[in-house]
């Protein structure tokens, strides 16, 4: 098996690599409990130039159960790249030199790959842009495998902001290695990129387009909702458009079987109706968890 030295996109990543890291996830599940030394000599740098909730604090929570330490900003605003227009370059030059390892959340696309160039450590994206979210893409594929036993055979729903959102973009790419088939659903104006389309078609995934969470969720093993990125349209009157268009209420979960599985990378705005958060279908929180456990199984395949 070929070292993991960086993590910048799931287009790097073949199936027999995302099986390895979803079956070293599966062997850190102890090892989350039990903690372990076995990075304590390495140090993790988080640079988050966009706001994070769970990317960051569950990377440096599988760091500090692996044993190592971590240091970082998590706003560009306190770093000298944001208060003192300090070039990407010159801050991952830096950075290198207090650390082993990077990760990375910046909003434009691209970002983490040229951070990787100008790196001698590894780099791992936290998120670049509208463009990907690798990490969320694993642990959404690790969650999907522990909580229904399988990837292949699946029939998933891609649902919501499939335009900005960027973890179903990495998502779709990473299901396209597997024989699944998919729907897409969002608001006419934030449908998928027809390139990504293309592409998971090419690799022989049945995919169809649908038009409402309803045509998305009737007889699906999983459904996966987004939120509406309101921070990337170029025009708040665009997003007023199709706030609040596409939601799983009571009323959706009725028309779901009883163990299709609800997933959404979180934060939530009112996509999904906190009333359904009891119901047998909601495993978005435990699919939080799994943040730690497929990040951990990251920083152990990089630096272990
Ligand atoms: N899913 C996700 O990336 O969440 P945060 O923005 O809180 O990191």
């Known amino acids: 098996m070929a070292k993991l030295r960086n993590l910048i996109s799931i287009h790097d990543l073949d199936r027999k690599m995302i ?31 966009e706001p994070s909730t769970r990317t960051r604090l569950s990377f440096e929570s599988a760091m500090l159960r692996l044993g190592g330490s971590v240091l970082g900003f998590a706003e560009a605003g306190t770093s000298s790249a944001g208060g003192k227009g300090e070039t990407l370059a010159d801050t991952i030059r830096t950075v290198e030199r207090y650390s082993d390892i990077i990760v990375m959340r910046h909003s434009l696309d691209g970002s983490a790959r040229v951070a990787a ?74 449908r998928m990129k027809p390139t990504i ?21 009737k007889d699906a093993d999983v459904v996966y909702m987004t939120r509406i990125q309101k921070e990337r349209f170029p025009d708040v ?19 779901m079987k009883e163990d299709t599985t609800i997933l959404h990378p979180l934060p939530r705005v009112d996509e999904l109706d906190s009333a359904i958060d009891n119901t047998p279908q909601a495993k978005y929180f435990d699919q939080v968890y799994n943040g730690v456990i497929l990040r951990m199984a990251i920083l152990k395949l990089i630096l272990g």
């Open 19 to 49: 099986d390895h890291i979803l079956d070293t996830a599966a062997k850190m599940e102890s090892v989350a409990v039990k903690r372990s030394k076995e990075l304590d000599s390495k140090i993790m740098a988080v640079l988050f130039f």
């Open 117 to 190: 160039e100008f790196s001698s450590i590894p780099i791992v994206n936290a998120g670049s842009g509208s463009e990907e979210h690798p990490t969320q893409a694993l642990l959404d594929l690790y969650s999907i495998k522990k909580m229904k036993g399988k990837i292949d055979g699946l029939s998933i729903s891609l649902c919501g902001d499939l335009k900005y959102g960027r973890t179903v973009h990495s998502l779709g790419m990473g299901l396209s290695h597997y024989d699944v088939s998919i729907r897409l659903a969002a608001p006419p104006s934030l």
């Open 197 to 217: 389309i293309r592409a998971m078609k090419k690799a022989g995934v049945d995919v169809v387009e649908v038009e409402s969470v309803e045509d998305a969720i």
């Open 237 to 255: 009157r665009e997003y007023n458009k199709v706030k609040g268009l596409f939601r799983i209420t009571s009323d959706e979960i009725k028309l």
